[in-house]
């Protein structure tokens, strides 16, 4: 029997080609290897990268931002290590080194400065770019995230969630198990940290559903309180974890006033 994501895959990325978008894998070093879509052709306007949450790969999670500003933007949807096209012989499963292979990566393809958007584990990841790479990253989005998996955090969106750990939530077994998993992140389907430098703190924007089970309005509340006053949070009705994906046209015209406008301040400063 075919599978359908094999199909919807392939339609999706001759799409995106006809977007100006193409493939790349890149050795990182030797045993690690990074697939990463990038612009056909490099110019000189903003770049913006997609980080991924767990259990997706990039361009799935992406597909509809990718298609909304990649005529705006240098836009590059990278997969993390151990998802997608991302390899790696190194037992290594830090955020850290996420952090430290996108961030070769991306250097590798002549990226010098850009904005990060994250989701989920993508967040976790962007802010130890930003922590790890001051001088690339010089804003960022982040939707239903976190700085870190704390205890507090952990336990209380567990119980929200009804799981006991995150691997019983994160690493469905079955069809059954992944669409409850689903209809959990999505609303409905269709103090300063010192590591984060004061630069990186006046460039966030949270960008939040309404109705995430995960990372609640409160979580955004807390983070927004932790990353200070400049940091700006906006929330998307009717949505959940995943609100990219659940409700992409209202995430797209948000996300796009949030760029144009962190483009504009970096283009003051620069």
Same mark, same amino acid.
């Given at each position: 029997?075919?599978?359908?994501? =094999?199909?919807?895959?392939?339609?999706?990325?001759?799409?995106?080609?006809?977007?100006?978008? %193409? $493939?790349?894998?890149?050795?990182?070093?030797?045993?690690?290897?990074?697939?990463?879509?990038?612009?056909?052709? =490099?110019?000189?306007?903003?770049?913006?990268?997609?980080?991924?949450?767990? !259990?997706? *790969?990039?361009?799935?999670?992406?597909?509809?931002?990718?298609?909304?500003?990649?005529?705006?933007?240098?836009?590059?949807?990278? *997969?993390?290590?151990?998802?997608?096209?991302?390899?790696? *012989?190194?037992? *290594?499963?830090?955020?850290?080194? $996420?952090?430290?292979?996108?961030?070769?990566?991306?250097?590798?393809?002549?990226?010098?400065?850009?904005?990060?958007?994250?989701?989920?584990?993508?967040?976790?990841?962007g802010f130890k770019m930003a922590e790890m790479y001051p001088d690339l990253?010089?804003?960022?989005?982040?939707?239903?995230?976190?700085?870190?998996?704390?205890?507090?955090?952990?336990?209380?969106?567990?119980?929200?969630?009804?799981?006991?750990?995150?691997? #019983?939530?994160?690493?469905?077994?079955?069809?059954?198990?992944?669409?409850? $998993?689903? #209809?959990?992140?999505?609303?409905?389907?269709?103090?300063?940290?010192?590591?984060?430098?004061?630069?990186?703190?006046?460039?966030i924007h949270l960008l939040w559903g309404e109705n995430d089970k995960i990372? #609640?309005?409160?979580?955004?509340?807390?983070?927004?309180? $932790?990353?200070?006053?400049?940091? %700006?949070?906006?929330?998307?009705?009717?949505? !959940?974890?995943?609100?990219?994906?659940?409700?992409?046209?209202?995430y797209n015209r948000q996300l796009k006033t949030i760029l144009a406008s962190?483009?504009?301040?970096?283009?003051?400063?620069?």
């Open positions: 029997m075919v599978n359908i994501i =094999t199909i919807y895959k392939l339609l999706l990325h001759g799409l995106l080609k006809l977007v100006g978008m %193409t $493939q790349r894998t890149i050795e990182i070093k030797p045993g690690t290897i990074l697939n990463i879509w990038v612009p056909k052709k =490099t110019t000189k306007k903003h770049a913006v990268v997609l980080l991924h949450p767990f !259990g997706f *790969d990039g361009i799935l999670t992406w597909q509809f931002q990718v298609l909304a500003l990649a005529k705006t933007y240098e836009v590059y949807v990278p *997969d993390f290590l151990f998802f997608g096209g991302s390899v790696t *012989d190194r037992p *290594d499963r830090t955020a850290s080194f $996420q952090a430290e292979c996108m961030a070769k990566g991306l250097r590798k393809l002549g990226v010098e400065k850009c904005t990060l958007v994250g989701v989920s584990y993508g967040g976790m990841v990253v010089e804003s960022m989005v982040v939707t239903c995230s976190v700085m870190g998996l704390t205890e507090s955090v952990t336990n209380a969106a567990l119980e929200r969630i009804g799981y006991e750990s995150w691997v #019983d939530f994160l690493l469905p077994k079955t069809a059954d198990a992944l669409k409850v $998993q689903l #209809d959990i992140a999505c609303y409905k389907l269709p103090t300063l940290p010192a590591f984060v430098y004061k630069h990186i703190l006046e460039k990372f #609640d309005m409160q979580v955004a509340r807390n983070l927004k309180e $932790q990353v200070g006053q400049n940091a %700006t949070m906006e929330s998307i009705e009717k949505a !959940g974890h995943l609100v990219n994906l659940e409700r992409p046209f209202v962190l483009v504009h301040a970096n283009g003051q400063h620069n």
